[in-house]
């Protein structure tokens, strides 16, 4: 019913930036929040950047003042700029959706696929 398809990652130098998109499509009347998270090897998923309908956001301790979430409403899609990457950014990155499928329905969460970054020299 409802798809988040995930575009942007790849390999980047330490210092470099990336921009990660996600898009989703499919049966929605609302998205309550959209957010990004990752999962590194061995390690377990953690959120990463997430931003709420009324625009506000939340970031993870370790990519304050290097990453900035934003969304497009009307696109119903979130972008995620990353600068000043670091190794320890390297990651399968996530991303999530909170929505509705009518005005009635409960809210859902939905997954993307996955998009691997990678920082290295």
């Known amino acids: 019913q409802v798809q988040l398809v995930e575009s942007g990652g790849g390999l980047v130098q330490p210092g470099g930036s990336l921009r990660l998109s996600c898009a989703a499509s499919?049966?929605?009347?609302?998205?309550?929040?959209m957010g990004w998270y990752r999962q590194a090897p061995g390690k377990q998923r953690e959120l990463v950047a997430i931003?709420?309908?009324?625009?506000?956001?939340n970031y993870a301790d370790s990519v304050k003042g290097r990453f900035t979430i934003s969304r497009d409403n009307a696109k119903n899609t979130v972008y995620l700029q990353m600068n000043s990457l670091k190794s320890e950014d390297t990651a399968v990155y996530y991303c999530?959706?909170?929505?509705?499928?009518?005005?009635?329905?409960?809210?859902?969460?939905?997954w993307g696929q996955g998009t691997q970054v990678t920082v290295s020299s």
């Open positions: 931003i709420i309908s009324d625009g506000s956001t």
């Open positions: 999530n959706a909170v929505l509705k499928h009518t005005i009635a329905s409960p809210s859902y969460n939905y």
């Open positions: 499919g049966s929605i009347f609302s998205i309550s929040a």
